[in-house]
């Protein structure tokens, strides 16, 4: 069997990083050549490997292509030690970047179900009572006062109802009514509203930027909007799929 020669190794290297690899690439670039995280996923492609370097390139917004050269310290003797080295350079790259995981969460987002997906719902209720306060005082002003007319507009009609129903339930409580449920829904809405916005910072830096998210991307923004409106659920929810992730990685190591 004849022994692969240099130029076999690296175009097998270069092959298999740039097919199963490019989230190690953009740790690379980013780490090593200083790129964002933005700039580093904008095509990564490993371009070519030395004994002593590695040269990556990214697109640019003009449709060209940027080129990275990464030193490699201390050199190669040979290129059967580029495996090595590489799974090496990722580790450190990935400390570097404050320890990102092994586990990419890129493109991956799980819907909140049962106690999760009612958390969201009374959560998207509550935002949505607050928004339409005025919309619902002035449906109940015209239909008591008949400023709409004869035969009251749908619109007009399911207003009133909601004043209504929460002016009963109120009452029934002995809360003030109407006035009172007003006091209620304006009196949480800074803290709720706070608390989430607090949750979603604290999410992004510990659970997305930990598991390659990118800012913006469609996964971001569905995480990030499940934290909005559930809170707790949905880091527990995340940390779940993490956590089956790992478990099926390290499954295939067996």
């Not at 790129?35 to 002593?52: E, F, I, M, Y």
């Not at 449920?181 to 910072?201: D, N, R």
């Amino acid at each position: 069997m004849a022994t692969p020669t240099d130029s076999d190794i690296k175009t097998r290297i270069i092959t298999h990083m740039n097919h199963d690899h490019a989230r190690e690439l953009t740790h690379y670039l980013r780490a090593f050549s200083g790129l964002s995280a933005h700039a580093a996923r904008s095509k990564p492609t490993l371009a070519d490997v030395s004994l002593d370097q590695l040269t990556l390139t990214t697109a640019t917004a003009g449709g060209g292509l940027e080129t990275h050269t990464i030193p490699l310290s201390p050199p190669l003797a040979n290129l059967g030690e580029m495996r090595t080295r590489l799974i090496e350079m990722d580790v450190t790259a990935r400390e570097q970047l404050g320890g990102i995981s092994d586990i990419s969460m890129s493109g991956c987002y799980k819907a909140p179900r049962g106690f999760d997906a009612v958390v969201f719902f009374l959560v998207a209720t509550y935002y949505m009572q607050w928004a339409a306060l005025d919309w619902v005082a002035a449906a109940h002003a015209a239909a008591t006062t008949g400023a709409s007319g004869g035969d009251l507009d749908w619109a007009t009609s399911a207003g009133n109802a909601v004043w209504l129903f929460w002016d009963a339930v109120f009452s029934a409580l002995g809360a003030g009514g109407w006035a009172g449920y007003v006091m209620v829904v304006q009196a949480i809405v800074i803290p709720v509203l706070l608390i989430h916005i607090v949750e979603g910072i604290w999410f992004e830096r510990s659970r997305l930027d930990k598991h390659d998210v990118v800012r913006f991307e469609a996964s971001w923004w569905l995480w990030m909007m499940s934290v909005f409106f559930e809170g707790f659920p949905a880091f527990a929810r995340f940390d779940r799929v993490v956590a089956e992730k790992k478990r099926v990685k390290e499954a295939k190591k067996h």
